[in-house]
Structure formats: C-alpha cells, structure tokens
C-alpha cells in the first residue's frame, strides 16, 4: 500500500505528466517518421524512372576536300603495301625456276649453290662464284661471307658513334652546340651513296693502306667503314629523339635520390629510351644489309672465302647491281641473281620484323604501352 498521494517506487514523474510527455513525443516524432517515408517513396521513384538519354549531336557533313584528302591518304597506304607484295611477288617468279626449270637445273641447283662443290682443277670442295667461266660455278657463300663482313665492320663504328652521339647531344650538348651538331650528322642522310664510295675508293683506300700497311687497298674493312657514314644517321636521329623523349620526372627523381649524372644517364635514361634505340639500330642494320653503291665501289670485289677484313669482299647487293645487266634474260645466271634478291628481301624483312619484335618486348618490359 502506498500513501495518498504518492508516486509508485521506480517512478519520480506523475503518471499526468508522463502521460503528456508520451504525447508530446508522439505528437514529435510524426513528422520526422513521415519525411522519411516520403523520402524513401521519392528514391524508390527515382530508381524506378529511366535515365534520361543525351541529346543526339548532329555533325555537319565534313568538306568535299576532306574526304577527298583522307581517302588519298588510304590509297597511298594501301598502294605502299601492295608494291612491297607485287615486289617480292616479281623476284620470287623469276627466281622459281630454279625449282623446276630443267634449262636451269642443269646448269645450277640449289644443292650446289649452297653446299661446297669439287670442281675440275680444285683439289677440294669448294664454294666458287664464277658465273660466266666454262663449267658456271654459282656457290654463294662467298658473297653471304662478304655481306657478313661488311655489315659487322658497318655496325661496329656505327652504333657506338651513333648512340654516343645522340647522348652526347641530347644529355650533355648546350642548345647552340645541339643547333651545330645535330642538322650536321643528319646532312650524312643526304649525302648520295655513289659520293660516300668514291670518296672512299680515292681518299679512305689510300689513307687505310699507309697507315694500317694493307695488302690489299680495297677490303671488307675499308666498305664498312664507308658504309658506317651512310648508317650513322639513321642511328643517330632515333636514339636522339628517344632520349629526348624519355619524361623529366624521371631525371628528377635520379636527381633527387642522389645519383650522378653519368648514374642517371646510364641507369635510368639509356633504359627507359632504349626501343627508340633499339629501333634505330634495326633500321641502320637493314640499311647496311642492302646499301649496293659503297660496296660496289669501295669493297674490291673478289668474291673469295675469307675471314680477314682486310681481304677484298663481295656482297650480295653489288653482286646483283655488277652482272644483273649482262645476264641473258630467262638463263640460269638471270635467275640466280633474281633467286639472291628474294634471299635479300627476305633476309631485310626477317631483320625488321625481329627488331620490331625485340621493341615491343622491350616496350612491354619497361611497362610502356606505347
């Protein structure tokens, strides 16, 4: 029993006003409860309603002249590729008959061409280029040798000079001097091939017998010199303009880390420029593969087996460009010659596609994918 009066143990509030707080806070939670809802009812709808889609753009209609000018641009493409194919196409029909020519086939096969023959008056088996004797002797070896030859001298002065210059100039050169040297190695471009050869056939053949007392005065290391001249621009221009490209953040950071500039240079620049590089030396390469007026000029000739440098060489190239003129048209040596072509062609076209190659390996390893 409690008093008259009293509240019950537990509760301080009188029943009355609890009663009205109860209210009062019923009466307040109303309309929050109701906001809520209507904003759940106005997300629901919103869901519910389909995007708006964009309005659509109506372009005007491009010029007569730019139609024209792009679809010129897809013909000179497309014309570029199929003269590449009708030319190998071409050297490959003249050259087929020695697959099956009888004509042909008994002056010349493929297995004496390429394996060492025992020809009348040699004491051993040998590969002899002597297409125009008594018995035609057509072993290619000598001029696979003499190319070799040649491009290895070409590639030793030219990338090392090619490269060292491009760095030279685009990490250490101040703007005037990059303004003198650079337009300089790139004019080597223009130069005609037939100038480099007869400079080389009257100046660099005397100057190399004096100094280096060489038998013969023109030889595999003379022509390769001379050739570097016509590579080196390639080379140059290339890895130039890779090491140009390569983002200053990355120099900073070096920079920034402590390292030197020489550290920087060859540890973080030459890497992250080196498909650029890699590419201009692929390009040098199949430039000195195919270059047919120094060699001509400047080689000496001899189509000889020879490991020297020092000896007279022959290459394919010369080979084609010195007898493709006095050959019988459909003979055995017309066909050779068109047969060393296609072996050209091929050997140049299997040269850039594995520098390409290579570049996109080297691309995909530095996490370039550009």
């Known amino acids: 029993m409690t008093p008259e009066g009293a509240t019950p143990a537990g509760n301080s509030l009188p029943a009355r006003f609890s009663t ?69 196409v071409f050297t490959a029909k003249e050259a087929a008959p020695i697959l099956y020519s009888k004509i042909v086939r008994e002056e010349v096969t493929l297995v004496k061409m390429w394996i060492p023959q025992l020809w009348p008056g040699y004491d051993e088996s040998q590969s002899v280029w002597q297409p125009v004797s008594d018995i035609p002797k057509f072993g290619v070896w000598p001029l696979v040798l003499g190319t070799l030859k040649v491009t290895i001298v070409a590639m030793a002065f030219s990338v090392p000079l090619g490269v060292g210059a491009a760095v030279y100039v685009s990490q250490y050169a ?58 080196i621009p390639v080379i140059f221009t290339l890895s130039e303009e890779a090491l140009r490209a390569v983002p200053r953040s990355y120099v900073e950071a070096s920079t920034a880390l402590g390292a030197a500039r020489w550290q920087t240079i060859g540890r973080v620049i030459l890497p992250a420029a080196s498909p650029g590089i890699a590419a201009g030396v692929a390009l040098g390469l199949g430039r000195a593969v195919g270059e047919t007026m120094i060699v ?30 006095e050959v019988v048209f459909g003979g055995a040596h017309y066909t050779v010659l068109f047969f060393l072509g296609t072996l050209l062609f091929l050997v140049t076209f299997g040269i850039n596609t594995v520098g390409d190659w290579a570049i996109r390996r080297m691309k995909r390893r530095l996490g370039s994918t550009t």
């Open 20 to 88: 009205v707080s109860r209210n009062h806070a019923s009466a307040g939670e109303s309309p929050s409860s109701h906001a809520i809802e209507r904003q759940k009812r106005r997300s629901s709808v919103r869901v519910n309603v389909p995007p708006a889609r964009p309005p659509r753009l109506n372009l005007s209609k491009a010029p007569f002249w730019h139609r024209a000018a792009e679809w010129l641009l897809h013909a000179l493409a497309i014309s570029a590729i199929v003269a590449i194919v009708l030319i190998l």
């Open 174 to 231: 101040g703007a005037r001097t990059r303004e003198i040297i650079k337009p300089v190695v790139e004019l080597l471009a223009g130069i005609p091939s037939v100038v480099l050869g007869f400079f080389a056939l009257m100046v660099m053949a005397t100057w190399f017998q004096n100094v280096f007392h060489l038998e013969s005065r023109l030889n595999a290391l003379v022509s390769g010199v001379a050739l570097s001249f016509a590579v």
């Open 296 to 325: 001509l000029m400047a080689s000496g000739n001899a189509a000889i087996v020879s490991a020297s440098l020092t000896d007279s060489a022959r290459t394919i190239s010369a080979t084609i460009a010195a007898e493709l003129a």
